[in-house]
């Protein structure tokens, strides 16, 4: 059967856009809650295959959407590289933070995948609990974004040191962006192999960067990694996700060649048909928020987002992830809401 | 003499652009946290107009800057109209959140002037302390950003407890931005009387919205405050910082009819350069961080500012404020620079 994701992506347009939420398996969810509860760290959970299986499929069985995304973060790329990775309970991840040209001379070139089997795996597993109709999603972070929390060992209020690392010694930092692109690279591969049908690469921090910094940090290493995976799997299909990109998405796609790029929710509607749909498929861009709020302002948000965006190739999606606070009725509402939509 | 600034803001591109930096008087001078720590509160130090007044001037003297900007906050406002505004130590301010409809319902519509008189008083004395061709530039908070403050009593991660708010409750929520819209009018006028030349709207946390709710929360009631000062004092010049707005602010500029806008250092440099400087003094953008990177990557910066929009009418600022952490010798590298600057 044929999977709606993979045609919009592969330039053709539904009458109904495909629909997924970005951490769709998660909190909001009792039954993530519970498997979470049983499973010991969150690491521990993104590598135990039998979970991190179950909990992609949650949001399939009960939403029936048009594609699952892995169940895993992005830090299994440092982690892999050898670098010390925690979550605490509601602190957000901590590593042992790489702010010196020093400590950046000690990474590992290579990151060691039999740590990240467990992911492929993962990935064997959910593709046969799939359906022939719904896609599934492999990722990782993209390199600026990952080298943020490898700079500074946790998440930091508008990427400061990252950013300053790389003002003051670029040459330090591109190598751990060059160690990013290259397992990276590897990474989605393997994620291909393992039955990934489709590819997504979050630049979640990609919008505090200035124009010249957004090029070399997080446009030419995508475009490393777009050009590295193709390499190996012609006609892999890929969707960047450079959050918060604004008027530099059109740049973005233009030298990346993705296939599709995830916009989130401040996006400006005609910018984005004029230059970014017109050559691409458009993945977005309700806001978290408004799913929270439900109601008449959250049919209000889907409508504007299918009234800028159906007309062309969509994915209809939120801008960013789900909020652990969203109720269930919302996204119930939000799926019959767009799946009842006539062009 | 001629006020390079308001030779911009009034449509003639000066050869060398005019320089100041947003939180100018600030916690990176010794000389203002010397007198800071005299001052008692945060309040205390915007209310002693002999204090304001002198911080004010600090960097004018020290650097020559060819703008001064008034020393004060955004939520002066909401302390004029009588909510309780508090800053404590490294904690940002506080407010007794106005979060509910019934709670908006008791906020009062008129504010108490006599509480803002210090302002008024400090304007006055730092007009007779500048030189004839430094301009005095006064300034509020866009409703939106200051509303964001006052319904979460305190800064939030993207501002999602105003967001909620706006979409679930949207006619109690603009109960507080009319509010705000009437008493920053009477504001602004009140600074021009004592001696502002020029204005600037903070709205700094703009960047957040979609384009619905941009429109409505952010250019809307900024339309309106332009409107009214220009009512009461025809010719008044109006800088908006709408940050973050991205390709939104072609729209911002047209609907508000600003004279200028202040952009931050994420701006993409053809669309602004287009939409936006065609029309109206820009003013930006230099990355606060490349400010304390220092070196050749501040230089880089500089001259990118400058390549990008020295060619039109130019105010050169930083993208957001400058911080605490910042060098001194790094400003003065700024100034000389752009100083030295050759078309």
Redesign the interface.
Same mark, same amino acid.
């Given at each position: 059967m044929i999977k709606s994701l993979l045609e919009v992506l592969s330039g053709r347009k539904q009458a109904v856009p495909p629909i997924w939420m970005m951490r769709q398996a998660g909190r909001y969810l009792p039954e993530y809650r519970e498997l979470r509860a049983k499973a010991g760290s969150f690491l521990d959970l993104c590598f135990t295959p039998e979970y991190a299986a179950e909990v992609t499929l949650q949001p399939i069985r009960r939403f029936g959407f048009d594609a699952a995304i892995i169940f895993s973060d992005i830090l299994v790329i440092p982690y892999a590289l050898g670098r010390s990775v925690r979550f605490e309970a509601g602190e957000g991840p901590r590593l042992d933070p790489l702010d010196t040209p020093e400590k950046i001379a000690t990474l590992a070139p290579q990151a060691d995948f039999t740590k990240l089997e467990p992911v492929f795996e993962a990935l064997r597993r959910v593709k046969r609990g799939l359906d022939t109709k719904t896609a599934l999603i492999g990722f990782c972070g993209a390199p600026w974004t990952v080298a943020t929390y490898m700079v500074a060992g946790q998440g930091t209020p %508008?990427q400061?040191p990252a950013?300053?690392l790389a003002?003051?010694h670029?040459e330090a930092f591109e190598k751990i962006i060059d160690a990013l692109v290259d397992n990276s690279i590897q990474y989605l591969v393997g994620q291909l192999k393992a039955g990934a049908d489709a590819l997504q690469i979050f630049d979640t921090w990609a #919008?505090?960067? &200035? &124009?010249?910094e957004?090029a070399r940090w997080s446009i030419e290493p995508t475009r490393r990694i777009v050009a590295g995976v193709r390499q190996q799997m012609p006609g892999a299909k890929i969707i960047g996700f450079p959050r #918060?990109a604004?008027? /530099?998405l059109p @740049?973005y796609l233009e030298r990346t060649g993705v296939e599709g790029v995830s916009i989130d929710?401040?996006? @400006? &509607?005609s910018?984005i048909r004029e230059r970014v749909q017109s050559r691409a498929a458009v993945q977005g861009n309700l %806001?978290p /928020?408004?799913l929270?709020? =439900? =109601?008449d302002? /959250?049919d209000?948000?889907i409508d504007?987002v299918l009234d800028n965006y159906a007309g062309g190739r969509l994915i209809f999606n939120l =801008?960013h992830g789900i909020l652990p606070e969203t109720p269930i009725a919302h996204v119930e509402q939000m799926i019959k809401r767009v799946r009842a939509y006539k062009p």
């Open positions: %508008d400061a950013r300053i003002y003051q670029p #919008g505090v960067l &200035p &124009p010249r957004f #918060g604004g008027a /530099l @740049e929710w401040t996006a @400006e &509607p910018l %806001d /928020l408004a929270i709020a =439900g =109601g302002a /959250l209000r948000a504007d =801008g």
